[in-house]
């Protein structure tokens, strides 16, 4: 019996493989995509970067003051016209040609023509070709006016090397008469004359501060002057005062006070000061600010914008509305742990089963004996254990601070402030304490719109 080949067909089973990298990368975007979506969907708190501050200009008043100095005014020695040869402002001494008078007004013109220059010794050549070199090495175009000044400076140094004589000779050619004067007095020339030379702190009265009352008087080269006329002033001395006027809450806020600190609110200069309360001719207060600097500064200025500066505090500034109230836990130092693995401060929690704890708390705040820590950390009766000692302590006590927020790693973290002083919207705090915020460090702008130790979306 014949056997029938038998065949035989096999059939492959069409099985699906798994491609890794293709999973990898449909997780990829999944997890980029639910981000995506949490990130779009949680609310971005509002922070705010810390930065200096100040509570200057919100905390001083700004006091225009009546400058008291010791001035003396010269008059006209004779009639004629006036030329000065020292700029306004200038120290002069009794010996400085200071200005001349003329009957004319033509005896400079007379000295440009004349010969007078052939009269010069070399050595008076020498001289003024120097103060020629000097002024044009120094020279600026963007203070052209300084030529005029150079030009009466000039003819100053001309007529004092220029003798009497050749003067005498030249005036009775021209038919002119003539006084080259020098300064009555020594100090710094000024010719503005304001009535206020001889004022004294009891002569105030309230009209003083007007500055309608003050008539300033300029003189200027080319003026007519009769003799006896008041030509110019000398401030013969450095010490001056600046009055200012007081309301009631200034007087007691400055009762007793004998010194103060004050701001020349247009040039931002400051200085120390001796201060008093005075009577003055009308019964009112006012205040007599005493100073030994920037009289030449402020030498033609009879009123001055001061602010009294003795309040203000320098530190960082934050909104108002970062701040916030918050009991922390208060821990004896002693019980701090620092080192191993972190320089953080640590604290071994003891448990009953004998496995201690280390944490880690967010530290608000320290002094000489305690920490202060946030409750977050810790529960109510949870025991510490001092290192490398059988020493325990409970927790439990709590201490309430005035603070912000930190989010600098991107969680809140409350930390202490201690308030120095505020303006309208912002407080000024004490920097430099180790666990408050330092400049640039981020603070959540609205305390009440987070909890601590919230992850927050910046």
């Known amino acids: 019996m014949s056997k029938k080949n038998k065949r035989e067909v096999s059939f492959k089973k069409n099985r699906f493989h798994l491609n890794i990298g293709v999973v990898f990368l449909v997780v990829l975007l999944i997890y980029f995509l639910i981000s995506g979506i949490i990130a779009i969907m949680t609310p971005k708190t509002k922070y705010y970067e810390v930065s200096p501050g100040s509570n200057a200009e919100n905390n001083s008043k700004i006091y225009s003051g009546l400058s008291i100095r010791k001035e003396k005014i010269a008059t006209a020695e004779s ?49 003024l070709n120097d103060l020629i070199n000097d002024y044009s090495s120094d020279y600026d175009d963007m203070s052209f006016n300084d030529v005029y000044e150079f030009k009466s400076s000039l003819k100053g140094s001309v007529i004092d090397l220029i003798n009497t004589k050749t003067l005498k000779k030249i005036a009775k050619k021209t038919g002119t008469t003539y006084s080259i004067n020098k300064s009555k007095y020594s100090g710094i020339v000024s010719y503005q004359l304001d009535g206020f030379e001889k004022i004294k702190p009891k002569d105030l009265q309230e009209s003083d501060f007007t500055k309608a009352s003050r008539k300033i008087t300029t003189r200027k080269t080319g003026d007519e002057m009769e003799v006896g006329e008041e030509i110019y002033k000398v401030i013969t001395d450095d010490e001056w005062s600046i009055a200012i006027e007081l309301e009631d809450e200034d007087v007691q806020k400055y009762k007793g006070v004998k010194g103060v600190r004050i701001k020349f609110t247009n040039d931002n200069l400051d200085s120390t000061a001796n201060f008093k309360i005075i009577k003055g001719k009308d019964g009112k207060n006012y205040g007599i600010i005493s100073l030994s600097k920037y009289c030449i500064r402020f030498a033609n200025d009879r009123f001055v914008n001061i602010q009294i500066i003795n309040d203000v505090e320098d530190g960082l500034k934050i909104p108002k509305s970062s701040l916030v109230k918050k009991s922390v836990y208060v821990i004896p130092k002693e019980y701090g742990i620092i080192g191993g693995n972190s320089d953080e401060i640590a604290f071994n929690i003891k ?8 944490v880690y708390p967010p530290i608000a705040y320290s002094d000489s004996k305690n920490y202060y820590v946030s409750t977050t950390s810790f529960d109510a009766g949870d025991v510490l254990q001092m290192a490398n000692s059988t020493d325990t302590f409970t927790v439990g006590k709590t201490k309430t601070f005035n603070g912000v927020y930190n989010i600098n790693n991107g969680y809140t973290k409350f930390v202490r402030v201690k308030i120095l002083n505020s303006t309208d919207e912002y407080y000024i705090i004490k920097s430099g304490d180790v666990f408050s915020v330092s400049i640039y460090d981020r603070i959540v702008l609205n305390s009440d719109s987070v909890k601590e130790n919230q992850i927050v979306s910046q």
Do not use: P, W
């Not at 306004?88 to 023509?113: C, H, M, N, P, Q």
């Not at 448990?351 to 280390?358: A, D, E, H, P, R």
């Open 79 to 127: 009639t004629g016209y006036i030329e000065f040869f020292v700029r306004e402002g200038l120290r002069v001494s009794k010996s400085t040609t200071l200005y001349s008078i003329d009957s004319s007004g033509k005896l400079s013109d007379y000295l440009a023509k004349s010969n007078a220059n052939s009269k010069l010794s070399n050595e008076n050549v020498s001289s």
């Open 351 to 358: 448990k009953s089963n004998g496995k201690n704890k280390i």
